[in-house]
């Protein structure tokens, strides 16, 4: 089999078979199958937790069939080729990659030690959502994740739930919680819990996608599969509960703010740097019909205190918080306002996109060690 390969559009589609390749793996468990089929070429790679299955564009080949190359190196010889084009002349066990004058003889992987693919075919609808509303849902909903391999599971996961032609994304690390919902076709009822690791690469895939293109979900007992032009893109589903996050969430509050995201974030983001080696910790005094002050120390450098306006109502309060949590869950929200509700000196702190329930953050608040705060006089 020979393939005629531009370099351009193969890298785009390589780079995506490449990381979801067992990466720490050796031997066929690390590498890429190229398949040929009635004029349509296709990468296929899989981690055992991950599988994608794409279409390459930019690629001939003059006959039907399939090879496993392997990951390393080639794939940095495919990437460092001089020339727009190259070609691979694939036979049993051997290939040969010619581009200029340079020449590459490598060895392949027997096919049949290719891990055994997922298929969709049998596979249920779940819904089908445009590819940049599901990037906003993931970016909005999966900031409370874990980054860490945590048990139980859920906590480095995501919970996709259908709710009425919405999907509904969730995520917490038991400190924090993070909401987010967006329109979804379909009126299926099921969910599913999956890896945060696999998520943020189905996240790197849609970047590549027009904003308004369609993006299929269908799931089996096993996997979740997120179909586009481009890929298929199956997640081994996680076996476990998430848990009832509903009963947590308050349904009124004391006090709120509203107040410029950008602003806020540049305040939290200096107070940050102060106490991000100390004790992480900010203190908020909201004055209702004033200001919002935030205060921050740290024995190494000192106080920090930071005035931040907006619109608040309610009781006065003063409160701590977790400085890069809280930064987490204005950030999280794309809007140029920011709503917060506060519960009291001991409740749950609700981050809010104004006039939708489609955002939510949920952080629970420190005690407070004054002695560890900047008094009201300070600076």
Same mark, same amino acid.
């Given at each position: 089999m020979k393939l005629n390969i531009e370099k351009g559009p193969f890298i785009r589609a390589w780079n995506m078979a490449e990381r979801c390749a067992g990466a720490s793996s050796s031997g066929a468990s690390s590498s890429v199958m190229i398949r040929s089929s009635a004029g349509r070429v296709e990468l296929f790679a899989t981690d055992m937790k991950t599988s994608l299955r794409c279409p390459v564009q930019g690629v001939q080949s003059d006959l039907d069939g399939e090879a496993l190359l392997p990951v390393k190196v080639l794939g940095d010889l495919f990437k460092k080729c001089p020339d727009p084009s190259f070609t691979i002349n694939l036979e049993e066990g051997r290939g040969t990659m010619v =581009?200029?004058?340079?020449?590459? #003889?490598?060895?392949?992987? @027997? +096919? =049949?030690?290719?891990?055994?693919?997922?298929?969709?075919a049998s596979a249920a609808q779940f819904g089908t959502v445009k590819a940049q509303d599901l990037r906003n849902a993931i970016s909005e909903g999966g900031i409370a994740a874990s980054t860490s391999d945590e048990y139980p599971q859920y906590l480095s996961c995501v919970y996709l739930q259908g709710d009425q032609g919405a999907l509904r994304i969730v995520s917490t690390d038991s400190r924090r919680l993070a909401y987010s919902k967006c329109p979804m076709e379909g009126s299926s009822s099921e969910s599913m819990l999956l890896p945060m690791r696999a998520i943020r690469e189905l996240d790197r895939m849609l970047s590549g996608l027009q904003e308004d293109g369609d993006v299929r979900i269908l799931l089996d007992q096993a996997q979740a599969y997120f179909i586009s032009d481009d890929f298929e893109f199956a997640i081994r589903r996680v076996d476990g509960k998430f848990p009832q996050y509903e009963r947590i969430? $308050?349904?009124?509050?004391?006090?709120? *703010?509203?107040?410029? #995201?950008?602003?806020?974030?540049? %305040? &939290?983001? #200096? &107070?940050? &740097? +102060?106490?991000?080696?100390?004790? !992480? *910790? +900010? %203190?908020?005094?909201? =004055?209702?019909g004033g200001s919002c002050t935030l205060r921050s120390r740290s024995p190494e450098f000192g106080d920090a205190v930071e005035e931040v306006e907006? %619109?608040?109502?309610?009781? $006065?309060? #003063?409160? %701590?918080?977790? +400085? !890069?949590?809280?930064? @987490?869950?204005? !950030?999280?929200?794309q809007d140029s306002l920011v709503r917060l509700e506060f519960n009291g000196p001991g409740g749950h702190l609700c981050i809010k996109r104004i006039g939708s329930d489609s955002y939510l953050y949920l952080l629970a608040p420190l005690a407070m060690d004054e002695s560890e705060l900047p008094g009201d006089d300070a600076l």
């Open positions: =581009s200029g004058r340079s020449r590459y #003889r490598f060895s392949t992987y @027997d +096919v =049949s030690e290719f891990p055994k693919f997922p298929s969709s969430i $308050p349904k009124s509050c004391t006090t709120f *703010m509203e107040v410029s #995201r950008s602003q806020m974030i540049g %305040a &939290l983001e #200096r &107070l940050d &740097l +102060v106490v991000r080696d100390f004790n !992480k *910790m +900010v %203190a908020v005094n909201l =004055s209702p907006g %619109a608040i109502e309610g009781e $006065p309060l #003063r409160i %701590a918080f977790n +400085v !890069k949590f809280l930064l @987490d869950g204005v !950030k999280g929200l």
